[in-house]
């Protein structure tokens, strides 16, 4: 009787699975495996929003194997000596696991080599499974770079290569007897959580795909920017934890094919992008990826613009919309993503890693390589062409939300201004003002520019 582990980790699904479809193609028992490995808490990931949601996939996981006769098994400890316990425990000759880029993911596959090398249990790591294309697999022609740079040409190349086709789920998957495990945690255990959290599991992200794509894939290019539709796919989550595959996604917006499935998977391809960033420069998820000399502020000395941008009260209607979505659902839509952190960034001239480290405190689909970079890009340090580009939020939410639905679905202070200045409330006469209880802005949005620009000039 051969034996196989498959390690989950931000794969957390059946469909589309390379790593199990190799496992049970080689052996006849498979154990999935899922370790609970305190590494991660330390390395600051575990959140409760990220820790409900984690906690909602894998009991779904668990309940989909149940239901082709197997189970998932689940292990609480440094994943390496775990990996190698459950692999000593069934004679496991192989242990099959998907690539990933985060620094933690290298020390976890180094971990693993460490430890099943000497037992003679072969790692298989599979490319393509968290990604559409794996990082480094694309290099710009004509130079000694190792990673794309600039998005558009990266994309160029990545909408060339072919894609496998998407794997079905397996219909049975026996797992060894012998082999014990805790129960998945419970999403209700879980403290702290925001109150509009999305339920975790590849159930829920195949029915969320389900519900969402024949209404707004086809509108999604002239949707996605649109605060108050809110007509964005919010499948950010699902794919973070892998419970949908990306490959899948991307095979059939192309079988949909038309301009809204066209924007949707370029925009599949900002995650891939990010990635072979983060894979060829892993220090970029804390350092300048473009080093400049910003002298940004930083806790000591901008501690109470920092607390007023986290609480949603900078006086900025659309900032402080975006910065309670973010705290009530653990999500926020892209457009506010990128009004919020070009505030805090060139308006208050804040240190992006602070921005950064609260998205992730927060965000359900926080992780390094998307976050990272793009509070970069936002902040330019990072890939945008266009570093010293700053976003007003009286203009940006007059342009996506120019009734002020989204503004008043979020600061209820601000439920009964008229449209005409739901995004500038300052200009209401004083006696309105006092009676609303929302705040004066922050600063001068003419005041940040100047600052910004001062600093930037000596670039
Ligand atoms: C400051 C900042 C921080 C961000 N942090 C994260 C993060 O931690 N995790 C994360 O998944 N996304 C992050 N994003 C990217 C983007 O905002 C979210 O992926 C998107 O809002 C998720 O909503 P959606 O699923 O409805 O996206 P849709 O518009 O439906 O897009 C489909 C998918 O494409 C991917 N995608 C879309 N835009 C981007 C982008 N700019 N970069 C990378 N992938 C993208 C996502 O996986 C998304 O689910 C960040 C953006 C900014 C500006």
Known sequence: ????????????????????????????????????????????????????????????????????????????????????????QCGAGQVHLASDVSAYARRRESALRAVLDPMGVALHVHDGVTTVVPPGALTPSGGDHDHYAVFTPYFRSWSRVALREPLDPPRAVRVPEAVRGEAPPSARDVAGMSPGLAEGGETAGRSRCAAWWPQDLSRYDERHDDLEADATSRLSPYLHFGALSPVELVRRARAHGGPGAEAFVRQVCWRDFHRQVLAARPDAAHADYRGRDDAWRGEADAAEDIAAWREGRTGYPVVDAGMRQLRHEGWLHNRARLLVASFLTKTLYVDWRIGARHFLDLLVDGDVANNQLNWQWVAGTGTDTRPHRVLNPVIQGKRFDPRGTYVRRWVPELAGVEDRLVHEPWRLPEETRAGLGYPEPLIALADGLARFKHARARD
């Open 1 to 88: 009787m051969t034996v196989a582990v498959v390690l989950f980790t931000s794969d957390l699904r059946l469909h589309d699975h390379p790593p199990l479809h190799a496992a049970l193609r080689a052996a006849d028992e498979v154990v999935p495996l899922f370790v609970r490995d305190p590494g991660v808490r330390d390395a600051g990931f575990s959140v409760p929003n990220r820790e409900a949601f984690l906690a909602g996939c894998l009991t779904d996981l668990d309940a989909r194997l149940r239901h082709r006769g197997g189970r998932l098994v689940v292990r609480s400890g440094p994943v390496a000596r775990e990996v190698a316990a459950v692999a000593a």
